[in-house]
């Protein structure tokens, strides 16, 4: 049988209540001012990041622009290779040689654990020349660093060793390295570069710029590995000029023996040497001892450096005599058949005395200057007006530089008084109270040796412009060299500087040395001449400073060297022997 459930009705409130519920669930109430509140914040914002992308992109692009260059963009500069330096005969004085240089990045290094290998690091060090603590040391010193120095200017056979070690943080960069192959022998002429190439001395510093062109540089962009995505620009280096001296290599080399010799035979403490084309004003050699090594920066010291030639002046001494008579003979006071009493030797001016080294008596102007008298320049001296002395010294070149564009050229000491006494006047007339360095005083026998005619002194062929002048009589110029002639003859003072084959002109002078308050026991020992005599092609001047011993005199220490340096240089210049020992 079966029964029927029946099915309640619902309840109509219930009903209601359940879908006022669901329609309340469903549909919640807006609140207005929130959401506009939200879209106020959401359309600042937005005005705001538009604003600073406007800003950023348009008004000021260039912060970020820089800041992303810097992370980049690379320069790259291409050093020009230095220019060589030669003689007159295209010797080459000055070249330069490709090495490297060894740099670390520390940073790199203990990144990748580069310090454990020790042993490879110390085979760096010993091969580097450099202890091996120190250079460990440094490397720990600097481990925040991306680029140190560890050893500029190495040999290609180090680099190939350091490459083969395969250290982390270790790289090699290009650049290069003067050599001299002259080495002592024209080191303070032609100088020496610092390890940055640039010239530190002597012709390389003069001439720089025009040794070093201009480097080039290469702008790049590279991403994150180190790759090159974009070449920006490049500019083209300009590679320095080369430069060709007047020197001659040769002469040079012969000047540069004699001199060494004579300062170790004296034991002097220096000496020098500078011979010059009479004709043309070209130097020829120009040497110091000591000297030193260009190659060897361990031999760079600073009395060695130096260039006596031009640095250091001297009074002349007795070398100065011929310019005296040749002043005299211009100005009228005296003639080629003057005859000078100079007495017993001694001679009083004021309260001080002229003396003589031997009594020369009575002498004509060629045996004044064949005796070297004292006594005789300074009545020619006193005898012409002290004008005309001072402006025969002016007109050689004295108290001016040189124009050879040199760093650290003197000009010596020329006297510029208002009131002179007589022994003062005596004095410049043999060689006292004024100083001049070498190479002003060989450049004076040039002029004497050119016949008057003055002819700028150069160690660069630069231009064909004739910028001679004559700056005293033509035919007095003759006499006096004829007279110098009879200086290296027997009875002479400078028998000691002739030259077998050759007529040689010659001074030797002895000049005591300036100190505090009055002259020194060391002594100056010069000899200064011209050669050939019947067509004088070139003008020598020696000094040798403080020789010690007996011998301390010019005639007996210069004139030896004179002669053997003249020697060489006319055999090298080929010059014919103008002595005829027939006639």
Do not use: C
């Not at 190939?160 to 003067?178: A, D």
């Not at 062109?213 to 790049?220: H, M, Q, T």
């Not at 006594?375 to 402006?391: E, F, K, N, T």
């Amino acid at each position: 049988m079966t029964t029927k459930k029946k099915t309640p009705k619902p309840n109509s409130k219930s009903t209601k209540s359940t879908h006022s519920s669901k329609s309340n669930t469903a549909a919640p109430i807006l609140i207005q001012w929130r959401f506009y509140l939200i879209l106020l914040f959401v359309f600042s914002a937005f005005a705001l990041l538009i604003g600073r992308i406007a800003y950023i992109q348009i008004i000021q692009p260039d912060n970020l622009i820089k800041q992303g260059d810097l992370r980049s963009v690379r320069a790259k500069t291409l050093h020009s290779a230095r220019g060589i330096i030669s003689d007159r005969n295209g010797e080459p004085l000055a070249v330069s040689v490709p090495v490297d240089a060894v740099w670390a990045d520390p940073a790199t290094i203990f990144k990748q654990g580069g310090l454990d290998d020790i042993d490879r690091w110390h085979a760096l060090a010993d091969v580097l020349g450099l202890k091996r603590d120190d250079l460990i040391n440094k490397i720990r010193e600097n481990k925040s660093r991306r680029f140190i120095y560890l050893q500029r200017q190495v040999s290609a056979a180090m680099s190939n060793y350091i490459r083969e070690l395969k250290l982390p943080g270790i790289g090699l960069k290009s650049e290069s390295k003067r050599y001299y192959p002259a080495g002592e022998v024209s080191a303070h002429l032609v100088g020496v570069t610092g390890i940055d190439g640039h010239g530190l001395e002597g012709v390389e510093r003069s001439y720089d710029k025009w040794l070093t062109g201009e480097a080039g540089k290469r702008i790049i962009r590279k991403d994150r590995y180190g790759r090159v995505v974009e070449n920006i620009s490049l500019e083209e280096r300009e590679e320095g000029k080369p430069l060709e001296l007047t020197i001659d290599q040769r002469i040079q080399a012969i000047a540069y023996r004699a001199i060494k010799q004579a300062v170790a035979d004296y034991r002097a403490t220096s000496g020098s040497a500078v011979i010059l084309d009479v004709k043309t004003g070209a130097v020829l050699a120009m040497v110091n001892a000591p000297s030193y090594n260009p190659n060897n920066r361990s031999d760079l010291q600073s009395f060695k450096m130096r260039n006596r030639v031009i640095t250091d002046a001297i009074e002349p001494g007795s070398t100065i005599k011929p310019f005296v008579v040749q002043a005299a003979l211009d100005n009228g006071t005296a003639d080629e058949n003057t005859i000078i009493d100079t007495g017993n030797g001694r001679m009083r001016i004021g309260g001080s005395t002229v003396r003589d080294s031997s009594v020369v008596g009575k002498a004509s102007l060629t045996k004044i200057l064949k005796k070297s008298s004292n006594i005789g320049v300074a009545h020619l001296a006193l005898g012409m007006p002290l004008d005309s002395l001072l402006g025969m010294y002016s007109s050689v070149g004295f108290g001016e530089v040189s124009g050879l564009n040199l760093v650290g050229e003197t000009t010596g000491i020329f006297p510029n008084r208002r009131r002179w006494s007589k022994f003062e006047i005596a004095t410049l007339a043999f060689g006292y109270g004024i100083s001049v360095t070498p190479l002003q005083l060989v450049h004076a026998y040039a002029t004497l040796g050119n016949l008057g005619k003055y002819q700028p002194i150069h160690i660069i062929e630069n231009n064909k412009e004739d910028l001679s002048r004559q700056v005293f009589n033509h035919d007095n110029a003759e006499k006096v060299l004829k007279m110098l002639e009879t200086v290296t003859q027997p009875g002479g003072t400078a028998t000691q500087a002739a030259v077998p084959g050759y007529r040689i002109a010659a001074k030797t002078g002895t000049s005591r040395k300036a100190d505090a308050g009055g002259y020194s026991d060391e002594y100056v020992a010069l000899t200064a001449g011209l050669a050939p005599v019947s067509d004088p092609r070139v003008a020598l001047v020696v000094v040798v400073n403080e020789p010690q011993g007996d011998l301390y005199y010019g005639g007996s220490v210069a004139g030896p060297v004179f002669s053997e340096i003249m020697k060489g240089t006319l055999q090298i210049l080929n010059v014919a022997p103008d002595e005829n020992r027939f006639n």
